[in-house]
């Protein structure tokens, strides 16, 4: 369980994170959305202690992180900038991070196995690839066997077998009951992995709910009607708060009525209908929608 | 990297321990002994304590019939045994600063303050770690390189002196405390500055550039202000004759020793302090 409240961080003038306040609770994998440069990674730094807030505050299982006394074992986390030693190897590397705790080598050679690091766990960390150094990441997040699992944009970098490894990876944990928290600017890829959302947007909490419930409030309701009278439905849905396009003669997309009134409708004036379709908005859409506002670095038509 | 990697359900650990400040020295000596950077430098500061003094040895035997009587009035035996101290503390300097600053360089610091979050223990650790190492490694290196450069010099018939002499093995015992104290002054600097070159900046500057600009000034005040400067003071720790201008062997040690002290407090407080 993380537990963030009023979360308020300022680099000189400016304000990264803004008095932010969630909970991410154990046994789910709570994904962290927002654009970039939205807060995300300083969020995350401040729940590890290695940025402090400028106020409020954020405690891990009860406590801040640093007053753990086997940090480790509560939280693994993987950042998003690099936390290795280039010129150390990846066993080392792990080793050095394990002695901390007392972990056993063989632990630290069960999970270079497991993040698929065998043959290469004796090489530089600094001749690898943007995909191995993140499984050395994720080696070293799970090196303490933690109840907390904290990674930031684990799929940056990956090939297409490592982004479905990481999802398998993901689920996994969650499945274990274990804490899952896990950031990314890709709604497509929360999509896949996340029961909860966590929306940031220049450094303010945008929304705190469940997938479905995000796409449901994002997508308004939008509804597709087929119809060879689609000039008459027109006329009669038409009032205030109440859009409607057409793309096609015979089709016309409203929006600001629910589909069972348009049903009603069109049976009060024997208007038939070939479609009724309540649309729902691509999770893409809907992240794009709440955070329209939000974007710092919008792209500008020249 | 295999084309398939399987899940396999992640073992469970049985055993669980906390974080303790001799684990984390374990942690840092694992850290220092795994860099090819430590290593290096290491060797090549143990490499000039010892041939330095060889080799001064060497050319004082070589033109010792040539030699003016003044000239040979300045030969000092312990000078040449001690003369790879002025050169390896160079090495020791650097490799300080690279301990802590690599770690912030490459991102490293990350990992380390997720492991060890109260963080000071990792400095106590690493000023303890490379105290230890710098002392032991050089105290026989300086001890050979009197034994050295006496059989070399005995060969000539020339400059002898025993270790068992007033003063000498006290100064080739303050010429290894002098190295060890650079080692723990400049890796206080590099926690301080964060950065690579800016850590061997500022230490070059305290110790080779601020001390002979002291002679800008008059005579008098030279002598008052370089008394207290850290490399001045630090190099009474290793001479032989007592320089009037200066404080002698102990009090002069005493007070390279609060600098050492003084920057370590402050690398405590930021270190402690700053975000990473």
Redesign the interface.
């Known amino acids: 369980m993380i537990e963030a409240s009023n979360l308020t961080k300022d680099y000189g003038e400016k304000r990264a994170v803004d008095d932010v306040s969630f909970a991410v609770r154990p046994g789910i994998v709570t994904g962290f959305l927002g654009p970039n440069g939205s807060g995300k990674s300083t969020t995350m730094r401040l729940i590890l202690g290695l940025d402090a807030p400028t106020q409020g505050d954020v405690t891990i299982n009860g406590k801040h992180y640093r007053d753990h006394a086997a940090p480790l074992h509560e939280v693994g986390a993987l950042l998003e900038a690099r936390s290795i030693h280039t010129g150390r190897s990846a066993s080392n590397h792990l080793l050095a991070l394990a002695k901390t705790h007392g972990i056993s080598r063989r632990r630290v050679d069960d999970l270079i196995d497991l993040v698929g690091l065998h043959e290469v766990g004796r090489k530089r960390a600094g001749k690898f690839s943007l995909g191995m150094g993140q499984r050395l990441g994720i080696a070293a997040a799970l090196l303490g066997d933690p109840a907390t699992i904290m990674l930031d944009e684990p799929v940056n970098g990956l090939d297409p077998e490592g982004v479905h490894w990481m999802r398998n990876l993901l689920r996994q944990l969650a499945s274990e009951g274990r804490t899952v928290f896990v950031s990314s600017h890709l709604m497509s890829e929360m999509a896949l992995t996340a029961d909860h959302l966590i929306v940031i947007g220049r450094g303010r909490l945008i929304a705190d709910t469940s997938i479905d419930d995000f796409v449901r409030k994002a997508s308004g309701d939008r509804v597709r009607v087929r119809t060879p009278e689609a000039t008459r439905l027109r006329e009669l849905v038409l009032g205030q708060g109440v859009s409607v396009i057409s793309s096609e003669p015979d089709v016309i997309e409203v929006e600001g009525v629910t589909s069972q009134r348009i049903g009603e409708l069109a049976a009060e004036h024997r208007i038939v209908l070939h479609e009724l379709t309540p649309l729902q908005a691509s999770l893409e859409e809907a992240f794009m929608e709440l955070t329209r506002e939000d974007v710092e670095f919008k792209s500008v038509a020249a | 990297?295999?084309?398939?990697?399987p899940?396999?359900?992640?073992?469970?650990?049985t055993?669980?321990?906390?974080?303790?400040q001799s684990?984390?020295v374990?942690?840092?000596w694992?850290?220092f002994i795994?860099?090819?950077?430590t290593l290096w430098s290491l060797g090549v500061g143990m490499f000039l304590t010892l041939a330095f003094p060889i080799l001064f040895a060497t050319v004082t035997g070589a033109r010792w019939g040539q030699m003016s009587p003044h000239e040979r009035a300045d030969r000092n035996p312990l000078d040449i045994a001690l003369a790879g101290v002025n050169v390896a503390q160079l090495a020791i300097a650097v490799l300080g600063v690279l301990v802590i600053t690599?770690?912030y360089s490459?991102?490293?610091?990350?990992?380390t303050?997720?492991?060890?979050?109260?963080r000071l223990p990792v400095l106590w650790a690493k000023l303890g770690l490379y105290a230890v190492v710098s002392f032991v490694l050089t105290l026989p290196a300086v001890i050979i390189a009197f034994y050295a450069s006496q059989a070399i010099l005995d060969r000539h018939h020339i400059l002898q002196i025993s270790i068992s002499s007033s003063g000498v093995f006290r100064s080739l015992l303050g010429g290894a405390l002098y190295v060890t104290l650079v080692g723990v002054f400049a890796m206080a600097i590099g926690a301080i500055v964060r950065n690579t070159a800016g850590g061997i900046a500022l230490f070059a500057g305290i110790f080779f550039v601020i001390p002979p600009l002291m002679n800008i000034f008059p005579t008098n005040w030279n002598n008052a202000i370089s008394r207290w400067l850290p490399s001045e003071a630090g190099r009474q720790l290793f001479a032989l004759t007592r320089d009037p201008n200066r404080y002698a062997q102990w009090p002069s040690g005493a007070i390279f020793l609060g600098y050492c002290v003084l920057a370590i407090a402050i690398a405590a407080v930021l270190m402690r302090?700053r975000?990473?």
């Open positions: 990297m295999n084309a398939v990697t899940i396999v359900k992640i073992p469970h650990l055993e669980r321990g906390h974080v303790t684990r984390v374990a942690s840092e694992t850290k795994t860099l090819r950077s690599g770690e490459t991102g490293m610091i990350r990992s303050m997720l492991a060890v979050p109260k302090r975000d990473v």
